[in-house]
């Protein structure tokens, strides 16, 4: 019979952060979920108006880039029990490796799909208007795209978690 | 999906006036999954049954069944229960 290996030291001495479980109900998530794809939405519409005026190309991708760090910064930043996609095995329970596992899962399927049928729409995008107003249109579908690779997961679990329960 | 894993956990933690949140220190866990075991919504593994079963100081089947359990008073004094 092998003996327990004992854990590094410097292993043990590194304090681990405990996972928050103030998450909110899970009507108040899906609000937000909604809420937020709704913001970026807005925001991409802004963009595209922004567009017709003076503002430099350059300054309206920064526009969408800081939109999306904003939501990633919301829904990816902080460490709880419903950002368990960004999350190490070690840190979580097998119950809450199951629930991301899951979410990945979904959220391949459907970003999948998105992926496949936003490439398409930007390659078109860019052959029916070659100049600024068509590579706007792909860029908006890119940063569209790359919002859902890196919520889409998190947002699934937050979606699907139902309301914590007292400790 | 697959059949529901009864347990005594709310019952036994209740009796060594535990907190959700101290069994699931104790055995590892979050403490929400600790509610789901307790209402039976999740399925523990194997390894956690075990964790679990060893900390209350009792072998696995007195704490979780596939069967329902007979309730504690029959069990203590030999009773049916009533009710």
Do not use: C
Not at chain 1, 52 to 66: E, K
Not at chain 1, 141 to 151: D, E, K
């Amino acid at each position: 019979m092998t003996e327990a290996r004992p854990e590094h030291p410097v292993i043990a001495a590194w304090h681990r952060r405990p996972l928050s479980n103030r998450v909110g109900s899970r009507r108040f998530r899906r609000r937000m979920l909604v809420a937020t794809y709704s913001a970026w939405i807005a925001v991409a519409v802004i963009v595209k108006v922004l567009s017709f005026g003076p503002l430099p190309p350059f300054s309206l991708t920064m526009i969408l880039v800081a939109a999306n760090v904003i939501i990633q910064g919301v829904w990816v930043g902080r460490r709880t029990i419903i950002s368990t996609p960004t999350l190490v095995d070690a840190e979580l329970d097998e119950r809450l490796v199951q629930i991301r596992n899951a979410a990945f899962r979904t959220a391949f399927r459907v970003f999948a799909g998105v992926a496949l049928i936003g490439w398409i729409v930007a390659m078109e995008a860019m052959q029916l208007q070659p100049n600024d107003a068509g590579r706007l249109n792909a860029w908006l579908i890119f940063f569209g795209v790359a919002l859902l690779a890196n919520t889409l997961p998190t947002a699934i679990v937050a979606w699907r978690e139902p309301d914590p329960i007292e400790a | 999906m697959s059949p529901s894993i009864l347990n005594r956990i709310a019952v036994l933690r209740a009796e060594r006036g535990l907190s959700r949140q101290q069994l699931a220190e104790a055995v590892g866990i979050n403490y929400q999954t600790v509610g789901y075991l307790e209402r039976g919504d999740y399925n523990p593994s194997l390894e956690l049954a075990f964790r679990i079963a060893e900390y209350f100081g009792l072998p696995l089947e007195a704490v979780f069944s596939r069967q329902p359990f007979a309730p504690m008073s029959s069990q203590l004094y030999g009773k049916e229960e009533s009710a």
